[in-house]
């Protein structure tokens, strides 16, 4: 592939979507999988837009086809990265943006090692918690059960963190979007020799602060709050407060 495979992973509610809608706006040559699912359509979703909903037969089908790059089940719902999107960027020699979870990056980073990992985290628990139920109100569904379910799969998730070469912090939204811009920029003049405009002459600073093995000091309070590293003594419980504190 002429282009860039990219995968960007997150607990749920940490504004993954929010900062690949962002990056659309703002960077070309870059294709975004559009995956397939059997959850239903939330808030304004729609058929072909956000994903390709479909029955669990129909999704069951295309798997035994070998329709899939990768495909896992999510909180009781199969979700797949079609073949097809691959190849489509190919033939276009675009990169492609793979939105996808921890059990689907692993996947394909079996088959494709040279695909790039961005994993982004909240900045801690009682934001995600925030970040969710604020999605579930604006979407007119507070559903409390999933709520509390995606908080208790997010620190299973971010345990992955080490599997990705960048780590975003997603606290201020315009500085996480310039992080994300500033990874595509610099892996494509790393790997293709892509010239960077003058402008953006602090892409490269950008990009690698963001790199793991240059975050672990910015990333040690964020994983000690989720129970991950450090002293459990200091952890705040993604869901231990009073749901109504926020
Ligand atoms: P995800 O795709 O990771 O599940 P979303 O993009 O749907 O998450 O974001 C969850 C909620 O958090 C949305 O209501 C979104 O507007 C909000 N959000 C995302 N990023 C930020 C941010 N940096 N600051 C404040 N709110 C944010
Ligand atoms: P949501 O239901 O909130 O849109 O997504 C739930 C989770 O499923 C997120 O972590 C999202 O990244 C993941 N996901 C979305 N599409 C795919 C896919 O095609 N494959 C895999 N493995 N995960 C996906």
Redesign the pocket.
């Known amino acids: 592939m002429a282009g860039i495979l990219f995968i960007i992973s ?10 690949v ?1 962002e990056l659309r706006k703002q960077v070309t040559g870059i294709d975004f999988s559009i995956s397939w699912t059997t959850r239903h359509p939330r808030g304004s979703e729609e058929n072909g837009r956000e994903y390709h909903f479909t029955t669990r037969e129909e999704f069951e089908r295309m798997r035994d086809a070998g329709e899939f790059l990768e495909h896992a089940e999510v909180f009781g719902n199969y979700y797949g990265t079609a073949r097809s999107s691959l190849d489509e960027a190919r033939r276009q020699g675009h990169d492609l943006l793979l ?1 996808i979870d921890v059990q689907g990056a692993a996947q394909v980073r079996k088959s494709m090692p040279e695909a790039v990992g961005l994993f ?1 985290l909240p900045p801690t628990p009682k934001v995600l918690r925030t ?2 139920r ?2 579930s109100r ?1 979407e007119g569904v507070v559903n409390e059960s999933e709520l509390y379910r995606r908080l208790s799969e997010a620190s299973k998730e971010i345990e992955n963190y080490r599997d990705y070469s960048y780590i975003l912090v ?4 315009d500085r ?1 979007v310039a992080q994300l811009e500033a990874i595509v920029l610099a892996e494509r003049f790393y790997r293709n020799g892509e010239p960077i405009a003058v402008r953006s002459s602090r892409v490269l600073e950008v990009a690698a602060a963001c790199r793991l093995e240059n975050s672990r000091e910015r990333l040690k309070p964020v994983l000690e709050a989720f129970g991950i590293e450090g002293n459990s003594s200091q952890q705040q419980l993604p869901f231990g407060d009073d749901p109504d504190d926020d």
Do not use: E
């Not at 997150?10 to 900062?19: C, F, R």
């Not at 997603?170 to 939204?173: A, G």
């Open positions: 997150a607990p749920s509610g940490s504004g993954k979507s929010t900062l809608g939105d982004v970040r969710l604020n999605r604006a997603n606290d201020i939204l996480t």
